[in-house]
């Protein structure tokens, strides 16, 4: 902090429980990292190497440990890890995570359909040796999973080793958790919140509406992910009450008054 305000919520510090913020990278550059790191890196826990774009991605070794030096974890993007299942290649997949010294992983099931049993015994494995984010939800436009068993599914994978389920939304914020307009399925929210602890889960909100409505929901510290590199900063100052946005949901009533 440069200066001292009253009334600010109580923020968790890295390494962080809950108040996660995760930051998906689509292909930044190196010197854009460096940027990233250099102007936020103190609010950012997680970047995720988004879909494939670790495959094809430039100083990738140079850029996992500008991250790591920096105290921010970083892991392959789901679709990655869908792309290796869905060829029979999971030790393959197991060999490309070791070469990059990677501390997470994630595992998903947007893209192609895995029995869930199989999906947990993957979570199994990999929680022996990482920190593991398993994503719930489909990429799919119109795919509506029941209540239910978003709930089933999420507490399933907690139990085989997720450290954190993630509340699939995709970069664009129009699929899973939320409708077509980006508005959120409040009714599945209300519902996943009263049967999986709030810290236990990530929900992907790329898009700044989503984030204040998250925030108002649930407070300063809802882990949130999908966040763009250049917005980690900003959604600190959602998280504080220094955005308009925000700007009263901390203040006592009696601030909340003309002046």
Request: glycine share 8%.
């Amino acid at each position: 902090m440069n200066v001292e305000l009253t009334h600010l919520p109580k923020r968790t510090s890295r390494p962080r429980k809950d108040g996660i913020t995760m930051v998906m990278d689509k292909g930044l550059s190196l010197r854009e990292a460096e940027d990233m790191i250099a102007s936020s890196g103190d609010y950012i826990d997680f970047v995720k190497l988004g879909f494939g774009t670790s495959v094809i991605t430039k100083n990738l070794a140079e850029k996992i440990q500008l991250y790591k030096k920096a105290g921010v974890k970083t892991y392959f993007g789901g679709t990655l890890f869908e792309a290796f299942i869905v060829r029979g290649m999971f030790d393959e997949y197991l060999a490309f995570i070791d070469k990059y010294q990677l501390e997470a992983a994630e595992v998903s099931d947007g893209s192609i359909e895995i029995d869930h049993d199989k999906k947990c015994g993957y979570i199994s494995k990999l929680a022996k040796k990482y920190t593991v984010l398993s994503e719930v939800g489909s990429k799919e436009e119109g795919v509506i999973i029941r209540p239910a068993k978003w709930i089933t599914m999420m507490n399933k994978e907690l139990a085989a080793g997720s450290w954190k389920v993630i509340a699939e939304a995709r970069e664009s914020g129009t699929v899973g958790i939320y409708r077509s307009s980006g508005h959120a399925h409040t009714a599945l929210v209300n519902k996943i919140t009263t049967s999986v602890k709030q810290e236990n889960i990530i929900w992907e909100a790329p898009q700044k509406s989503q984030q204040v409505w998250w925030i108002k929901q649930l407070g300063a510290n809802v882990n949130l992910g999908n966040i763009a590199p250049h917005e980690a900063l900003s959604l600190e100052t959602l998280r504080l009450g220094l955005r308009g946005d925000t700007f009263f949901s901390f203040l006592p009533k009696e601030l909340n008054k003309k002046v």
